[in-house]
């Protein structure tokens, strides 16, 4: 018979408790999130590999100044790599409740999707281009930043610098040269395309 011969329900050990600095799970998140390898994230951050190791199996907890070099290596603040705990509970966002620009001249229209991402580096917006418009040569982005366009409607003109490329429907395009860009509808029909902007490497 399990238990004690009174009934009295056997001693269990105290819940485990977070330690709030142990950041070693978050470090993990982020680095894998960025395809980075410990020794690619030692190289970026000044950290050994060893040490980075060791925080990420929660053995060590790092110093202020290794937390920062960690943070700013995975393009986060500290605060954000402390804080992040892996959730992200459930937001919604209603069409009416978007932060939308309308230009009153071209009608191109830019909605915001996911403001929660910004904190993390990323923007992701739509865009909705009528036929003939343009939204105009934007000056080139920060070094490190990388954009994806997605066109889920009509035909794209994306220009690059001198380069121009046409995009269909389904059609998708990475790009990273620190160039100008202008996003354009040459079509007969209305363009829309959502576009990733990542900022996570950004200098």
Known sequence: MRGSSRGTPAPRDPP???????????VRRRRLALGLTLDQLAAQSGVSPTMLSEVE???KNPTVRLAWQIARALG????????????LPPHVIRATERRSLVDPDSAVERHALSPEFLRRGLELVAYHLPPGSTAGEMAPNRAGVVEHAYVTSGRLTLVLGADVHTLARGDGI???PQTTVEYRNDGRSAC??????????AL
């Open 192 to 201: 829309d395309f959502v576009l990733l902007s990542d900022s996570t490497r």
């Open 57 to 59: 199996r929660s053995v």
């Open 16 to 26: 485990a408790h977070r330690d709030p600095t142990d950041i070693g799970a978050n």
């Open 76 to 87: 986060c603040s500290l605060t954000d790599l402390l804080e992040d705990d892996g959730q």
């Open 174 to 176: 990475t790009y990273g």
